[in-house]
Structures are given as structure tokens and as C-alpha cells.
């Protein structure tokens, strides 16, 4: 876990270049299309985030329609934000300037990939699935 909120503070050094506006848009996965996809590492730090909250099970997603990320509360705020995974930290909506591009985080893809390794993981799960089975392990 500390190997990856590295790779977060890493990224926090970088130029901003964007600017979430948190409309969260990015949060319901099937109006984007995109469900964030976790590494071992980005999981478990999650999972910790939701335990340290007295948290012990994923919440349940409250609307099936738009695919709302289940660490969305009803006030439309990321209950694990400071541990929010690092597809979430690096995909904007466009009006907040648009996602990263491969190329200007493909380093730090490379270290989170690493680490999931490292941790007998087979790359990044969706994330519901991939938090539920870290939640199992910490
Ligand atoms: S983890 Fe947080 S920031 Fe990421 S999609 Fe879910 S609610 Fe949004």
C-alpha cells in the first residue's frame, strides 16, 4: 500500500493540466462507458480507506441505470477519495481537460503493474470486484 500511494504522491508532483470540477460524471459507469480498472495495490489501499471508515463490505451501487460507482454517497462525494484509485485520478470528463494520455503516465502504469505482480495479482479488475476480493484480504 505504501508503494502505492507513491505512485499517487508522484503523480500529485506532476503539472496539473486538468481540473476537476467534481460534477462526477466520471463516477457513473454507464453513462462513460468506462469502469475504473484496479491493480492489487490500488485495491487494497481502497479497501483500507473503507475499513478505516467502519466500513467492512462494498456498498451497494443505488442506481442500476447509470451504473453509479458504489463509493459514490447519495451527497455526491467519493467516500474513499484521498484513496481513490489511479484511474480515477487520471481520467478527466472533458470539460475538467480530458484524461491523461498512456504516454504521460505510462511510468507510473508501469510501477502500479509492477506492484500487482508483486502481490501474486493477474492485472487490474473492474472496480466493484476488484475491492470486494481486497476487502477479503485485509
Ligand atoms: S472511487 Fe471515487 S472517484 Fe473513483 S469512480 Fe468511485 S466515487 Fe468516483
Known amino acids: 500500500m505504501r508503494a502505492t ?10 503539472p496539473a ?9 466520471c463516477c457513473q459507469f454507464k453513462l462513460t462507458g468506462r469502469t475504473p480498472m ?15 471508515s ?6 451497494e451501487s443505488a442506481d442500476a441505470a447509470t451504473g453509479r ?17 489511479f484511474g480515477c485520478r487520471t481520467h478527466f470528463c472533458a470539460a475538467a481537460g480530458g484524461p491523461y494520455t498512456r504516454n504521460e503516465v505510462r511510468d507510473l502504469v508501469r510501477r502500479l503493474e509492477d ?9 487490474p479488475h473492474a472496480l466493484p470486484m476488484a ?8
Open 17 to 25: 493540466q486538468r481540473d476537476c470540477i467534481r460534477r462526477t460524471e
Open 54 to 59: 467502519g466500513r467492512r463490505t462494498l456498498p
Open 38 to 52: 484496479l491493480t492489487a495495490g490500488e485495491a487494497l489501499v481502497v479497501s483500507a480507506a473503507l475499513r478505516a
Open 5 to 14: 500511494r507513491a505512485i499517487y504522491a508522484a503523480l500529485e508532483q506532476r
Open 115 to 123: 506492484i500487482d505482480a508483486a502481490l501474486g495479482g493477474d492485472g
Open 69 to 85: 460507482c458504489p463509493l459514490l454517497n447519495p451527497a455526491g462525494k467519493c467516500i474513499v477519495y484521498e484513496a481513490r484509485p
Open 131 to 138: 475491492v470486494e476480493s481486497a476487502l477479503k484480504k485485509i
